[in-house]
């Protein structure tokens, strides 16, 4: 018995000193543009894949995935796909294998929710309407950092900056040159070696016709918190993961590349809303 309660005491004083210190790890993204948390651990990225299937099927219902194929890239990948709802990553991320770092705003990850976004390989920019406040150039080279350290390195980077409810017309005006300014200095850093840009698009279903009474009433009770993950209920949604795009065949001018990236995401939107 006692040997047991040792080992309970001990369980429990490790749990407490991983939790101080990833919650200490969040404050200091948090503050500091382009820190990065140390990467994640295959149970933080489990954690992130199982929960965010689970989440999603729950309070967005089920996700038609198509090309998720192409995730399996031999090379480094920056993901970057349209940005419309807070469960945006939760619609392929279940289906990639390995670790995968993301990028997210520091004006959402505060307090409890920046500990455990740095777990799972999250680090944070403090952005004002999708442009970084400060430190932007820092924070590209940290996502340039990223992309080189790895062979397979995998960065998950919304090419818009920010949330756009109305996400069916993608505006060049909506994406900024971050994304592609991360890859061109990483590709400099990496020399000949395979960069990819993997363009993704997310289709959200707004009909609640044929929704279930459980998920009309998780809509209802969380309504409150709608305007952090997106414009209203969703019923379903469609993915669909375009092929990889080598970075070096973009245009290489940074406007004229974001805007390639931009209408390879506009076309398989337009295939998400069609199927």
Known sequence: MLILWLGACAAAGYALLRITFWSIEGYRMRKTPGYLPPPPSRLAMSAYRHAGRLLSYLYIGRTRVYGAENLQFEGRLLIGPNHQHGFDPFQFVPHMQGSLRGIGSANILKGPLSGIAAWMGVFAVPTVKGHAERGGGAVVNTCARVLAADPRSRLLMFPQGTLKFDNYEQRPEDYRTGAFRAMQKAQEMIGDEPLAYLPVAIHYRTDSRGASIGRRLLHLLFSPAERFFGSGPKYGATCVIGK???FTSLPQE??????????????????????
């Open 244 to 246: 990889p795009i080598l």
């Open 254 to 275: 940074r406007h004229a590349g974001t805007d390639a990236m931009r209408l390879a995401i506009k076309a398989l939107l337009e295939q998400a809303m069609n199927s």
